[in-house]
């Protein structure tokens, strides 16, 4: 995703520059559209969920609720 972002950006700086149909945003627009809160919220929750994981808590509720078939 990074690559087609970064590959985004360099053909609209490049080639924006001789023609005007290459050209596609600008790195200060594209920082416009960031939104923080959205940001900070994923990695808030990603933090949850590593430290439910080195506590084991998210194993033992997984494992408790997946229904495996019984073994005739």
């Not at 700086?13 to 005007?20: A, V």
């Not at 080195?54 to 997946?66: C, E, K, P, V």
């Amino acid at each position: 995703m990074f690559l087609r972002v970064a590959l985004l950006f360099l053909t609209s700086y490049t080639l924006g520059i001789r023609d005007p149909n290459y050209y596609v945003i600008s790195f200060e627009r594209a920082i416009q559209y960031i939104d923080l809160n959205v940001i900070l919220l994923l990695m808030g929750m990603m933090i949850i969920v590593v430290i439910l994981e080195d506590i084991g808590i998210l194993n033992g509720f997984l494992l408790g609720h997946l229904n495996y078939p019984e073994e005739a």
